[in-house]
Structures are given as C-alpha cells and as structure tokens.
C-alpha cells in the first residue's frame, strides 16, 4: 500500500535562512508526488509535482524538491525563507486504483523567525 | 473562473441533525472528491467521483452520502451528525487522465462543529 511519512511535524526556521521538509513515501510502482501548501484559514494549493521526468522538481514561490528513488524520499527545500513561508505542507503521493487518489502526510507546520 | 466553491464556510450541528455540504466547481472536471482534515492526521479521502452518476468511497465513508447528477455539484451529506464528524472538510476536483499525475484544485474549506 501507499503511505508518506512526514518526518517533522513543526519546522522553525529564521527568515533568510535555508528550508528544508523531509518526506518518505512507500509505493510499490514508480510514484506521483506532490507537494501542498496550506496558510492559515485556507484551503489547499500546489507548490510542486513529480511525475516522473525530471527528479529535481521545481515549484512556485522558490521551492523545489528532488525525488530519490534509492532513498524513497522527496524532500522540500528553499535556499531563503521568507516570512510569508509560514504555513502547513503536505507532502502527497498519487495511487491509482480506478482513479487518481491521494495520499497525504501528516503535515509540517513551518515557522518563520524574524 | 471560480474554480472550487463551498458553502458554507462553517457550521455548527447538534448530535443527530443532518445537513448537506455544497461543492461545486467550473473547470469541467471529471475527478471530484472529498476530503477531512483532523489535526495531526493530514488530509483523508471520504467519497470521489469520476463522472456524473458515478461514486466511489475513499478511506473514511462511514457517515457521509454522496451524489453527482452533474458534472458540476458534488455535495455531502451527514445523515445524522456525530461529535467525531468535527473537521474541516474540502472538496478537490481534477482532470481524469490516466497516469495519476493530475493536479487537484481545492476548495476553501467547510468547518464543521457537531455539539
């Protein structure tokens, strides 16, 4: 079966200073990941998506992640953090069974020092 | 476009009543599902959709209808409300393409408090 696990529940970081929000996933097959932001009071919106071209993916708003098969991981990182970083994210992965459906982690609450 | 919509924002129910919560979208989406969130749980999977008159149950079912007459409008029903039925929930449609990599859009949110 397919499962993420988010491996930090609360990241804090300083503003400027680099991100970095681990993910695993378990998948039987090569996988669809994603990767979501949620600000507070807010719904759902997508950072970045993996499927299966280039393994470094590139989002919105300077954030990026690289799939590693060998190491079941897809990591989301940013060089600089900035204030309007603070959110939830939610690292996802796609099963297929009929129709596209989603799996997500637990979260990971960003916080952003000034 | 509005891309998805929810009404109501949020809801407050007694033990037993029942309600509906409103989707809708106008992307044409084949895809609709819907979602719970519960602290330190993520989001789970409740009912999706891949076409009008067709429904499916995701990971948590119990308590929740659904219905698609349209392509538009997927709503939610709690029949009768119980206190572990307190969540936000969000609707999400999509594309229905094969491969699994379709981006799903979400909806604002319905807050939901069953005293």
């Known amino acids: 079966a397919q499962s993420v696990t988010q491996l930090d529940s609360h990241v804090s970081v300083s503003e400027g200073t680099p991100v970095l929000l681990r993910c695993n996933y378990s998948?039987?097959?090569?996988?669809?990941l994603f990767w979501y932001v949620q600000h507070p009071n807010k719904g759902l919106q997508l950072l970045l998506k993996?499927?299966?071209?280039?393994?470094l993916v590139k989002g919105i708003n300077g954030f990026e992640a690289e799939f590693k098969k060998s190491e079941t991981s897809f990591h989301l990182t940013k060089p600089s953090a900035h204030m309007s970083d603070a959110a939830e994210y939610f690292c996802?992965?796609?099963?297929?069974?009929?129709?596209?459906?989603?799996?997500f982690g637990q979260g990971t609450r960003l916080t952003i020092n000034p | 476009n509005a891309g998805v919509t929810q009404t109501p924002k949020f809801q407050v129910l007694k033990t037993g009543q029942s309600m509906t919560l409103q989707c809708a979208q106008d992307?044409?989406?084949?895809?609709m599902s819907w979602y719970r969130q519960d602290p330190g749980m993520g989001l789970r999977l409740i009912h999706y959709?891949?076409?009008?008159?067709?429904?499916d149950q995701g990971e948590v079912p119990n308590g929740y209808n659904v219905s698609r007459s349209t392509t538009e409008d997927f709503p939610l029903r709690l029949l009768s409300a119980a206190p572990s039925q307190t969540s936000v929930y969000f609707c999400?449609?999509?594309?229905?393409?094969?491969?699994?990599?379709?981006?799903?859009?979400f909806g604002p949110g319905t807050r939901l408090l069953v005293l």
């Open positions: 996802v992965v796609s099963v297929l069974a009929g129709a596209q459906k989603l799996v």
């Open positions: 998948s039987s097959y090569s996988p669809s």
């Open positions: 959709s891949v076409g009008a008159g067709i429904t």
């Open positions: 992307m044409n989406h084949e895809y």
């Open positions: 999400a449609s999509s594309r229905l393409l094969a491969g699994g990599q379709e981006t799903q859009y």
């Open positions: 993996y499927t299966s071209a280039a393994t």
